[in-house]
């Protein structure tokens, strides 16, 4: 039995690692049948877009699940994923910002995400230091 939570979490890590920005995470399952999480990532490029989608994809496929289903890919402007429990959607940011998934589902509770992987871009923080001090 997989702890859903956990694979949407390193989901997002894998999202993170291919430098994914404004990632959030939400439940859904109160408000959907069809599935109990949303991973949403947004990608600068189509071949950053592909990129996070396949970063995501392989570390699924790591963890031992593989998706039911994945989507976009001609245009790369909007991936999803889906894994059943959970659905990972990896936007362009005009693709993001048209379809608005955020204020669609604005009464689903978010997943607490550690920052880094909120904003990939943002400066590493060296946590084995004790000033906070960024990563070099």
């Given at each position: 039995m997989f702890d859903v939570e956990q694979l949407v979490r390193d989901a997002a890590y894998a999202a993170a690692e291919k430098k994914a920005t404004d990632v959030i995470a939400f439940k859904v399952a109160d408000l959907l049948v069809v599935t109990d999480y949303f991973l949403v990532a947004t990608g600068a490029t189509d071949r950053q877009v592909k990129?996070?989608?396949d970063e995501v994809e392989d570390k699924m496929r790591e963890a031992g699940i593989k998706p039911i289903g994945r989507e976009g890919e001609r245009e790369n402007t909007w991936v999803l994923l889906d894994y059943?429990?959970?659905v990972v959607h990896v936007f362009q940011p005009a693709e993001r910002e048209f379809y608005r998934l955020e204020k669609l589902w604005s009464d689903a509770p978010r997943m607490e995400l550690p920052p880094e992987i909120v904003n990939a871009t943002a400066?590493?923080?060296d946590v084995a230091s004790d000033d906070g001090a960024d990563e070099s």
């Open positions: 990129s996070i989608a059943g429990d959970f400066p590493a923080i």
